[in-house]
């Protein structure tokens, strides 16, 4: 990058987020919501890879990332139909996944996330 180039900040907080967890978020989506969601996640990451600045879009589609490891907004007998038992390796990733991906929410300044009720 050019030194006499801007750069963002917090756009670049969410690349090398995704280039370190992208995998793993696309395969804990999907896992989650299904192959939608995956696909979601890969045009999500590749918007952010080929962005100048991290638009207010972007932000909010990373909180709703979240929301979706979190398990928001999804029907209970959905989540009883996870593939998933408490004791699967795979829950402890996804929970620190979803930590990951709340501390850059926090440190980017993303829309407020809404807390279900």
Sequence with gaps: MPFDQKYDPHLLAAQMWFAAHLE???NAAGLISGPSARRSVMRLAEEIREAGTLSRLMRVRLGSLLRTLQLEGE???DVGMLP???DDPRVLEICLLT???A???AD???PPISQAA
């Design 75 to 77: 029907d209970e007998d």
């Design 84 to 86: 998933l038992h408490p």
């Design 108 to 110: 980017i300044g993303a």
């Design 24 to 26: 793993a978020a696309a």
């Design 103 to 105: 501390d850059l929410l």
């Design 99 to 101: 930590d990951s991906l």
